[in-house]
Nanobody, 122 residues
Framework: VQLQASGGGLVQAGGSLRLSCAGS????????MGWFRQAPGKEREFVAAISWNGGSTYYADSVKGRFTISRDNAKNTVYLQMGSLKPEDTAVFYCAAGEYGLGSNPKAYAYWGQGTLVTVSS
């Protein structure tokens, strides 16, 4: 599956932004989908994941209550709605697809999009 992330941009602290990740291929609905991010000088970290049918979600503690992951399998798209953004949320956000259970380990995800930059100004 090929993934294309979009929706990044510049937003003020406290604002909102929605990221989208469009996937190709008929098997999109079978994948667990995840969002990760990488800030300058830091390692890539897990943000959120969603099961193949959207019935289960999993969030990093740092974004719980502020971010919401969802998916529309009819459109082969997964979303990350981000609210109450903070300057420390500034990062390149990546979407990823995996065939195993919800998890935060990047190694569980075989397919990755190219990333979209989110910049939160104070």
């Amino acid at each position: 599956v090929q993934l294309q992330a979009s929706g990044g941009g510049l937003v003020q602290a406290g604002g909102s932004l929605r990221l989208s990740c469009a996937g190709s291929g008929r098997r999109f609905s079978r994948y667990v989908m995840g969002w990760f991010r990488q800030a300058p000088g830091k390692e890539r970290e897990f943000v959120a994941a969603i099961s193949w049918n959207g019935g289960s979600t999993y969030y990093a503690d740092s974004v719980k209550g502020r971010f919401t992951i969802s998916r529309d399998n009819a459109k082969n798209t997964v979303y990350l709605q981000m609210g109450s953004l903070k300057p420390e949320d500034t990062a390149v956000f990546y979407c990823a697809a995996g065939e195993y259970g919800l998890g935060s380990n990047p190694k569980a995800y075989a397919y990755w999009g190219q990333g979209t930059l989110v910049t939160v100004s104070s």
